[in-house]
Structure formats: structure tokens, C-alpha cells
């Protein structure tokens, strides 16, 4: 794969769901105790995965790429999305 075709295929995969992550931040405002600070951790942990998928190189890409799809879902039920 080249750089150019990773570029846009990272960019096509995020891209959901980096304009998901404030409709998820505003949920979360509205969470109180338990709820909140597990939802406020998964999120704090899928910014850090977003964050190392876009340095990763082609060989940790996959991987990545499911770590940050289940941690997303898990993220979602959470907040009740």
C-alpha cells in the first residue's frame, strides 16, 4: 500500500468517528458518577487510539483499526448511542 493510498484509507475509516466524538462528549455531560468517569476513560482511550493509529505504519494498521472499532462500540453503549 502506499503512503498516499494509507493516508485516505485512515482518513475514510476515522473520519465517522471523529464526528461522532462530540455528539459521544456531549452524552457524557449528561452522565453522573460510575457512568460518567467509565464513559469519560473509553474516551480518553479511543482519542489515545486515534492518536497511535495515525502514526502507525501499515503493519500495526489492521490492528489498530479493530481495537479502535470495538472500543468505539463499547464507548456508544455506554453513553446510550
Known amino acids: ?3 498516499e493510498a494509507m493516508a485516505k484509507s485512515k482518513e475514510t ?3 465517522p468517528i471523529e464526528e461522532l466524538l ?3 462528549d ?8 460510575d457512568g460518567k468517569t467509565k464513559a469519560t ?3 480518553t482511550a ?9 502514526a502507525a505504519p501499515t503493519d500495526k494498521f489492521q490492528s489498530l483499526m479493530q481495537g479502535i472499532t470495538d472500543k468505539v ?5 455506554t453513553v446510550g448511542l
Open 13 to 15: 475509516f476515522l473520519k
Open 1 to 3: 500500500m502506499t503512503d
Open 22 to 24: 462530540p455528539k459521544i
Open 41 to 43: 476513560d473509553s474516551l
Open 26 to 33: 456531549e452524552k457524557i455531560k449528561g452522565l453522573t458518577g
Open 46 to 54: 479511543v482519542k489515545k487510539l486515534i492518536e497511535e493509529f495515525k
Open 73 to 77: 462500540a463499547e464507548l456508544k453503549k
